[in-house]
């Protein structure tokens, strides 16, 4: 085990770990706006949030009647993601654990989101085919990552984990796509005001036909 938690042979948990202790603000509080008007309207039920880092969508499900589970690999993460959740008196369910690892059910869940992972290439398929099968019928998806056109600006440094729409769409099998595009917006950070561009999908497990 390295010494350096962010050294080349440190693991990704003391990776992500080291990242949240350096900076108590990691990502804001707020949940991603896409999930949170698309998620709005739905009737509450159980739902995963994949790679939930300190619980911004997480939290906000939570507070809207949903039964959440937050499965991260950081247990610093998980750790503010529940004080967070105590301190707005919503019950969290959290779960440290890679997601190669721990298993997500099968059709068992109403939401499963997936912001912000990158997995690599190879990974991908089975990442949102675990997603997929764990939808009961009528069940969605809704993922959120960093397109392609940002490349060298934000997101992991491999192009090839990066997201297009088609590349999306391409890993959604078994599942009927509602959206999948690009979707650009002005974002505000320490260095001032930038657009930036995601790739947003939402997809939904097809309901039995007689």
Not at 91 to 117: I, K, N, Q, T, Y
């Amino acid at each position: 085990m390295s010494g350096d938690p962010q050294g080349p042979e440190a693991t990704l948990a003391e990776q992500w770990d080291a990242r949240y202790r350096k900076a108590p603000d990691l990502w804001t509080h707020e949940p991603n706006a896409l999930l949170a008007q698309f998620a709005a309207p739905l009737q509450p039920g159980r739902a995963v949030d994949v790679g939930a880092g300190d619980g911004r969508n997480a939290i906000w499900l939570a507070t809207h009647g949903w039964g959440v589970t937050a499965i991260d690999v950081s247990a610093v993460a998980l750790e503010r993601a529940s004080q967070r959740a105590d301190a707005r008196g919503a019950r969290l369910e959290c779960v440290v654990a890679d997601w190669r690892d721990h298993p997500l059910g099968e059709a068992s869940l109403e939401l499963v989101v997936v912001s912000f992972m990158h997995p690599q290439p190879g990974d991908r398929d089975t990442l949102f085919g675990r997603a997929a099968r764990a939808l009961v019928a009528g069940g969605h998806l809704f993922t959120v990552g960093v397109a392609l056109a940002d490349h060298g600006r934000r997101g992991p440094p491999d192009a090839d984990r990066l997201y297009t729409p088609q590349r999306l769409r391409d890993s959604l099998h078994g599942l009927d796509v509602v959206r999948c595009e690009e979707h650009s917006y002005e974002q505000h950070d320490s260095s001032g005001r930038r657009t930036v561009t995601d790739v947003v999908a939402i997809a939904r497990r097809p309901r039995a036909s007689y």
